[in-house]
């Protein structure tokens, strides 16, 4: 008969190992050519990229239709020109941590397609190719591509993605980097919205909230007697995105106007994240709130100028 701790531990040898990290969000865009019979292979060649990376352990692509939603169909047909310089708004307004992209072209009597892996929040940056002969299919050419981008991804991952900081040492450098002085009033009303379905409990309206009263910023809503000195107010909404084995990915995105109610002037700001669970509420809960975080940081020394 089984003792109690040999179950136990036949069971927990059953289970996935679910605390490997995180699958890594990935957007490839088309790449460039300028050579006449290559006109069609930049787009061609990023979409079966996309395909073949999306089948990769460790990586979620975004789709077309999500990078077109994100950056509208003009920016999109640029992409072959994104730099490290720019990498950064990509990754705020796509929820991608790595852009993928780079130019095809003939040199002599071969095909080259030549990769450009961009971190957009390093701007780390890294270069694979993959080269055939003058008639080499743009499926071969994908292949070996996806191939060496997928490697380099997992292999320099912790210099493509940023060290994540506990919440505690990203509040004290917030703090530092606030000036000293009276901090104003601020309401703070984001209706959330998740597949469709209203939520009670706003993530991005908590969490942006939470981050400026720890900052010292005095918080009121519409029942308030104190007219707020500014207003921030918005929209946020998440939706379910693809599945890795037992994981579930969503993705968020919270749009924001802020107010200042003296004068009028308005700023405005968007982000989009994506986060992996394996319940699909807590997933898109932790990336809208992963996306008020990065509002709230990068708004609160707005309100102090």
Do not use: W
Not at 67 to 72: D, F, H, I, M, P
Not at 213 to 223: H, K, P
């Amino acid at each position: 008969m089984k003792t109690i701790s040999s179950l136990l531990l036949a069971a927990l040898l059953a289970v996935p190992a679910f605390a490997a990290a995180p699958p890594l969000t990935v957007a490839v865009f088309n790449f460039e050519t300028t050579d006449t019979e290559l006109r069609d292979a930049g787009p061609k060649l990023a979409t079966l990229l996309n395909a073949l990376l999306s089948a990769e352990d460790g990586l979620i692509t975004l789709e077309r239709a999500e990078l077109e939603k994100a950056l509208g169909e003009q920016e999109l047909g640029l992409s072959g020109t994104v730099k490290a310089e720019t990498a950064a708004k990509v990754g705020q307004l796509t929820g991608a941590k790595i852009l993928v992209t780079g130019r095809v072209f003939k040199a002599g009597n071969e095909t080259l397609a030549v990769a450009k892996i961009i971190s957009a929040e390093t701007s780390r940056v890294y270069g694979e190719i993959a080269r055939g002969n003058a008639n080499a299919s743009l499926a071969d050419l994908a292949s070996e591509l996806s191939g060496k981008i997928a490697r380099t991804v997992t292999t320099k991952g912790d210099t493509l993605v940023a060290k994540v900081r506990p919440r505690e040492e990203r509040m004290e450098a917030l703090k530092k980097s606030l000036k000293a002085g009276k901090r104003p009033t601020v309401l703070v009303k984001i209706p959330e919205v998740h597949f469709g379905t209203p939520t009670v409990d706003p993530a991005a309206e908590t969490e942006i909230g939470l981050i400026l009263r720890e900052c010292g910023f005095t918080l009121v809503d519409a029942q308030s007697k104190t007219k707020p000195d500014f207003e921030i107010l918005g929209e946020a909404f998440s939706e379910r995105g693809p599945r890795k084995g037992n994981l579930q990915t969503c993705k968020a995105r919270v749009e924001l106007k802020i107010r200042d109610t003296a004068t009028g002037t308005l700023i405005v700001d968007r982000q989009t994240s994506v986060a992996v669970d394996l319940s699909e509420q807590i997933a898109a809960k932790t990336a809208l709130q992963t996306a008020g975080a990065e509002l709230a940081e990068r708004l609160a020394p707005k309100l102090l100028k």
